[in-house]
């Protein structure tokens, strides 16, 4: 069965889309930022075949993750779920000296792309917060402070990471999806959809037949393509985006 890997295992969104790739038979490595938090997705996802470990806001510790995740694969489909959320009262620097934010959300799953061999498929787990974000692609933090403009930044960085991911690579299914407002923590108790709604268009990109999920390089909504954030689709700029990348990381994007 195809093997997937799905980071921020350890509740919300990627729990629910790790337990159904399990259930629809697929091989599931599972991921937690440490021993605990992984446990604790592999009690959550009970047909999980194995779980990766490291934290997103340490190069470090998301270089040892990508050690840890190539060992266990390759992959057939990777799911970039794990983020941090926008209730954060002030900009935290990490011992990266980068914004823990932005090192979460995009340089995280950046380091993870140029450690891993290319999977067939690779779900972005983005937001339609990306459409009001900056693209500051030097990721230098809104400054004054601003959480929400953070983390929107931070989703628009993400598409951009995707498009060119899907631009370089036209015959794999490189894609994003902007979930839908759920109940989790980031999504708070008060969001529309359920769980099992919220999973829906991941899961269905990570292993559907149709057209659209044999795609790449869209903005997938409710198993829709819908037009994307401009700043997705300006090569110029994303190509800024990755030279930082590469500059922080150190790792070039194949
Ligand atoms: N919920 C919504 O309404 C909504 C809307 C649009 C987009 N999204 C996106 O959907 C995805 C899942 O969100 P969610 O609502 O399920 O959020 P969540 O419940 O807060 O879960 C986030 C996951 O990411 C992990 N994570 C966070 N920081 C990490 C770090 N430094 N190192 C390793 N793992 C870390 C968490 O691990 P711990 O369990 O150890 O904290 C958790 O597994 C995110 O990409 C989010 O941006 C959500």
Known sequence: MP??????ASQGLGTEVARRLAEAGYEVVVHGRDAARSEVARARV???????????????????????ARGRGPY???VHNAALGPDQDRAILTEDGLERILQVNVV?????????????????????????????VD?????????????????????????????????????????GWVRTRMGGPRAAL????????????????????????????????EAAPAAAHDPALRARLIARLAEVTGEHLR
């Open 76 to 78: 057939d489909v990777i």
């Open 108 to 136: 995280a799953p950046y380091l993870l792309s140029t450690m891993l061999s290319l999977p067939q498929r690779i779900v972005f787990v983005g937001s339609d917060a990306a459409f009001s974000g900056s693209p500051a």
């Open 194 to 225: 359920p769980l099992s709604d919220g999973a829906d268009t991941p899961v269905w990109l990570a292993t559907s037949d149709e057209a659209i999920a044999r795609r790449g390089g869209q903005y997938v909504h409710r198993r829709r393509a």
């Open 139 to 179: 990721l230098a933090p809104p400054d004054p402070w601003d959480g929400h403009a953070a983390y929107a930044g931070s989703k628009l960085l993400l598409t951009m990471l995707a498009f060119e991911l899907a631009h370089r690579h036209t015959d794999r299914q490189i894609n994003v999806v902007h979930p």
């Open 3 to 8: 093997r997937v890997l799905v980071t921020g």
């Open 46 to 68: 009970p047909g999980a075949v194995a779980s990766v470990t490291g934290r997103l806001d340490s190069l470090a510790s998301t270089r040892l993750l990508g050690d840890d």
